[in-house]
C-alpha cells in the first residue's frame, strides 16, 4: 500500500471512528465533528511544541496544550452513548484549555483567537439543536472575551515577548479560518455526497414504479398518491399462457432449476411484450398474463396480442432444447371490455378485472397444449388476417357452450 492510500485509508478510519452505529444526518455530523476534533487535537499537540521550542518559561503552556489534545482524542469514545456527549465534551475542553493558556501567557498571546471558529459547532450539532449550539458557541466566545477583556496582557506564569505574540496571534486566526473553512467544504462535501445517493435512490424508485405498472398509471399515482385509480375499457384483449406439466416438472427439478427456468422463458415473454408494445399485468406460478388496449388505448390491440401469442410459441420451442426441457405453452385470449386499477397501499400493482379476463382464463385452462385458443369474438375482431382452427362448441366452466376456434397463424398475404 502506497503512502496516499495508507494516509487516504487513516483519516477515513479517523472520521469514521465511532460513527457506523449512526446512520443519515446524524452520521455526517459526526463525521465532521471527528473531522475538527481531529484537526484541533493535532493544532494543540503541534501548538504545545511550537511552545516549549521556543522558551523554557512556556512549558505550563506547552503542558495544557498537551493535556487538551490528548483529552480532544478521547472525544470520538463517547458516540457510544449519545450522539451530542463528544461535541459537548469538546466545546468544554476547548473553552477551559484556551482560558488556561490566556491566563498563562496572558491576552497578548493571541491564542484566543482560536476560538473565532466558534460559529461552525453549528455544524455539528446540526439544525434541530440549534439551541444547543447556541449555548455551546456562547460559551467558546464568552472564554475569548474572558480571555481578551479579562486577562493581563502579560501573564505572570508564562508571559510571551510581543513579537512571538503577534506571531501566534495570526497563526490563531489563520487556524480558526482554515476550522472553518475545513468544517464547511467537508459539509458541503458529504451534503452533495447524500444528494448524488438521495438522486440514485430516486431513479431506482422510479425504475422499480415503472417495473410495477404502466408508465400512465405511475404518473397517476406520482400526481395524486391518494387517489384511486379504476378505469373501464370498453375493448380489450386478454392473454393468458401457462407452461403445460409446469408442477410435475417443477416437483423433480432443484428450486434454483425451477426458479431459472421461469426467469428464462418469462424475461423472454417480457421481451415480447415490450416489441408488441402490450402490458404485462403479472405472473402467478408458471401462468403469464398481458393485456393489450389498456391502460393506453390503441386500435390493433388484438393484433398485438395475436403476433405474441405466436411469438410465444415459437420462442419456448428455441428455449426448450437450450434448457434441455420439452417446454410448451397453452395459450388462451379472448376480447371484450373490462376493469383496470391499482389495489393495495403496500406492495400496491395494477391489475384487471372483469368476465373478459375470466373468459381469457377458461380459453387458456380448458386449451390444448402447444396452441392458442381464441373466443368467436376475438376470430371476428381478428378477421382474415389470421388462419383459424374451428375447434366446435365447447362446453366451457362458468360460461356454457362457446363457439372456439384455434390461432394457427398469419395468412400468407400479410407475412
Not at 453549528?122 to 449555548?135: E, K
Not at 419456448?316 to 388462451?332: A, S
Amino acid at each position: 500500500m502506497g503512502p496516499s492510500k495508507y494516509l487516504r485509508r487513516l483519516v477515513s478510519n479517523i472520521v469514521e471512528f465511532g460513527t457506523r452505529s449512526y446512520t443519515g444526518d446524524i452520521a455526517r455530523r459526526l463525521r465532521i465533528f471527528n473531522g475538527l476534533n481531529a484537526f484541533v487535537a493535532v493544532a494543540s499537540f503541534a501548538k504545545a511544541l511550537q511552545y516549549a521550542v521556543h522558551d523554557v518559561s512556556l512549558y505550563p503552556v506547552s503542558i495544557t496544550a498537551t493535556t487538551a489534545g490528548l483529552l480532544l482524542f478521547a472525544s470520538p469514545l463517547f458516540h457510544r452513548w449519545n450522539e451530542i456527549i463528544a461535541p459537548v465534551y469538546f466545546c468544554i475542553v476547548v473553552s477551559v484549555d484556551f482560558f488556561v493558556i490566556g491566563m498563562l501567557s496572558g491576552s497578548s498571546a493571541g491564542s484566543q483567537y482560536n476560538l473565532l471558529a466558534a460559529p461552525g459547532i453549528v455544524l455539528v450539532f446540526g439544525s434541530r439543536r440549534l439551541a444547543l449550539s447556541l449555548v455551546m458557541a456562547l460559551l467558546l466566545f464568552l472564554t475569548f472575551v474572558a480571555i481578551d477583556v479579562g486577562a493581563p496582557v502579560l501573564g505572570q506564569i508564562a508571559p510571551m515577548n510581543a513579537a512571538f505574540g503577534e506571531r501566534n496571534k495570526i497563526i490563531s486566526i489563520t487556524t480558526a479560518a482554515a476550522i472553518l473553512f475545513g468544517a464547511m467544504a467537508y459539509a458541503l462535501k458529504l451534503a452533495e455526497s447524500a444528494e448524488e445517493a438521495l438522486s440514485r435512490e430516486y431513479q431506482r424508485s422510479e425504475g422499480l414504479l415503472q417495473n410495477l405498472m404502466p408508465g400512465s398509471i405511475a404518473a397517476r399515482l406520482k400526481k395524486n398518491p391518494d387517489q384511486i385509480i379504476a378505469d373501464h375499457f370498453e375493448d380489450v384483449t386478454i392473454l393468458f399462457a401457462d407452461i403445460v406439466d409446469f408442477t410435475p416438472r417443477a416437483m423433480r427439478l432443484a428450486p434454483a432449476r425451477v426458479v431459472g427456468l421461469l426467469n428464462r422463458v418469462f424475461s423472454e415473454f417480457d421481451r415480447l411484450a415490450e416489441k408488441h408494445k402490450l402490458e404485462k399485468i403479472k405472473t402467478i406460478g408458471d401462468a403469464y398474463m398481458i393485456a393489450g388496449g389498456m391502460p393506453d388505448q390503441s386500435s390493433g390491440h388484438c393484433a398485438a396480442v395475436a403476433e405474441m401469442a405466436l411469438d410465444m410459441l415459437d420462442s419456448v420451442t428455441q428455449i426448450g432444447p437450450e434448457l434441455d426441457e420439452d417446454l410448451r405453452l397453452r395459450i388462451g385470449i379472448h376480447t371484450g371490455p373490462a376493469i383496470a386499477g391499482v389495489i393495495g397501499t403496500r406492495k400496491l400493482f395494477y391489475d384487471v378485472w372483469g368476465d373478459t379476463v375470466n373468459t381469457a382464463s377458461r380459453m387458456e385452462s380448458q386449451g390444448s397444449a402447444g396452441r392458442i385458443q381464441v373466443t368467436e369474438n376475438t376470430r371476428l375482431v381478428l378477421g382474415s388476417s389470421y388462419k383459424f382452427e374451428f375447434r366446435g362448441v365447447v362446453d366451457v366452466k362458468g360460461k356454457g357452450p362457446m363457439s372456439l376456434y384455434y390461432l394457427e397463424g398469419r395468412e400468407p398475404s400479410t407475412v
